[in-house]
Each structure stands twice: as structure tokens, then as C-alpha cells.
């Protein structure tokens, strides 16, 4: 398997504009993480999706923030409109099931200017 | 809730030291628990996996944790630390909440090995 892919690997963009960064899990595993990384907060749990269902987004920092999975093998995270602070490393993990290692894409550098 | 916190954010070996990687857990039932190893630019890699089984976890690159519930502890070590060891290490405690798990991570340790 190749693994979680992540699209792009870099996104650079201007305030206000929309970001969508783009997960594509392991096959068979149905439960998916999307985590944020910074020097300040560490990584962080934006949202949780199992069976393509969103189960706690309690970390998803405001409502510019929104995450998609319409189906077990794609999910989306979109910003809009962007802001300087959401410069970070996103992170998009999968699981066989939500005890199991989660195994982590390479992470989408944004940068928002 | 869970939460894990890991002492020191900044460790440093010198090449065919011992490496010691501290982490702590809080957690009212048995826990899963995990370390990850991240490499500059890279996503988050599994080292080991603590699931109830025997105490002392082996994992890959020669890294072992022990699980002690009487400490809440699973720290990480490896006998002889490597120049390609450098790297930032992460503990995680797998929470249960509203009848699902996530992974709960530690704020990281960078590991620096010098000559």
C-alpha cells in the first residue's frame, strides 16, 4: 500500500483566500485524523472521522475551518477564508480501527501571507 | 480526560550513549500508549505500541518503553544511541471518548546526538 497521501505537499496563499488540503487514507482503514502542527501548540486533533462520519471536532479552531470525507477514500480540510495564524503543518493520519496506530501522511505545509 | 506530558523538550547524547526519553500518562482506565519518531519533513512514524501485553515493548530501530502503571510511565530508551536517531519523538495515550479512541499526543522531545 502507499500509504496516507496528502495533497499538495506546499500550499502558499494569501489572506482571505480559500485552502482545501486534500487525504487519501489506507485502504480498508475507517477511521481518519486530521491534526495540525506548530511550534507553539505541538500537534494538535482537529477532527475525527470514523466510517466517513465525523465524530468529535471539537478541535477544529473556528468556523473557517471544515472537514469532508464523502466516502472511505478521500477527505477534505478547508480554510476559508485563510489567515496568517493557520500557517502550520496539517497532518492527515488512518486507522484500521480507532485503537490501532494511526499511520500518518507526509503533512501539507501552508503558508498563508 | 487523558494527557500525556513528556520531560524535557530538548535531549542531547552523545553517539553510543544510552537514550532516555521520559513520558508520562494520566489515565483512569488501562491504556494504549505509543511512540512515534518524526524526522525533519517527514510525517509521524510508529516506533512501538503498548496494547495490555507484556510490559517491555520492543520496537524498530532498537528502541524499547516499559510500561510501569504504578509510575504511569512509558518511557523510551535504546542502549547506543546512532547520529540518525536525531529526530523529535512523540508519546501518545489513545483516549477513549463517546465510545471511540483517539490518539492523544505529548508536546515532543527533540533528540540531538553529537559525535
Known amino acids: 500500500d502507499a500509504g496516507v497521501i496528502q495533497s499538495p505537499r506546499h500550499e502558499v496563499t494569501e489572506m482571505g483566500q480559500e485552502v482545501t488540503l486534500r487525504c487519501k487514507p489506507i485502504s480498508g482503514h475507517n477511521s481518519l485524523f486530521w491534526y495540525r502542527q506548530t511550534m507553539m501548540r505541538g500537534l494538535e486533533l482537529l477532527i475525527y472521522?470514523?466510517?466517513?462520519?465525523?465524530?468529535?471536532d471539537s478541535g477544529m479552531p473556528e468556523d473557517r475551518f471544515s472537514a469532508k470525507m464523502p466516502n472511505a477514500s478521500f477527505s477534505t480540510l478547508k480554510i476559508q477564508p485563510s489567515e496568517p495564524r493557520d500557517s502550520a503543518v496539517y497532518f492527515c493520519?488512518?486507522?484500521?480501527?480507532?485503537?490501532?496506530?494511526?499511520?500518518f501522511g507526509q503533512g501539507t505545509r501552508l503558508t498563508v501571507v | 480526560a487523558q494527557s500525556v506530558t513528556q520531560l524535557g523538550s530538548h535531549v542531547s547524547v552523545s553517539e553510543g550513549a544510552l537514550v532516555l526519553l521520559r513520558c508520562n500518562y494520566s489515565s483512569s482506565v488501562p491504556p494504549y500508549l505509543f511512540w512515534y519518531v518524526q524526522y525533519p519533513n517527514q510525517g509521524l512514524q510508529l516506533l512501538l505500541k503498548?496494547?495490555?501485553?507484556?510490559?517491555l515493548v520492543k520496537g524498530i530501530n532498537g528502541f524499547e518503553a516499559e510500561f510501569k502503571k504504578s509510575e504511569t510511565s512509558f518511557h523510551l530508551t535504546k542502549p547506543s544511541a546512532h547520529m540518525s536517531d536525531a529526530a523529535e519523538y512523540f508519546c501518545?495515550?489513545?483516549?477513549?471518548?463517546?465510545?471511540?479512541?483517539?490518539?492523544?499526543f505529548g508536546a515532543g522531545t527533540r533528540l540531538a546526538v553529537h559525535p
Open positions: 472521522f470514523n466510517n466517513n462520519v465525523p465524530i468529535d
Open positions: 493520519a488512518s486507522s484500521r480501527d480507532s485503537v490501532t496506530e494511526a499511520f
Open positions: 503498548y496494547t495490555s501485553a507484556a510490559t
Open positions: 501518545a495515550v489513545s483516549e477513549a471518548t463517546g465510545g471511540y479512541n483517539k490518539l492523544i
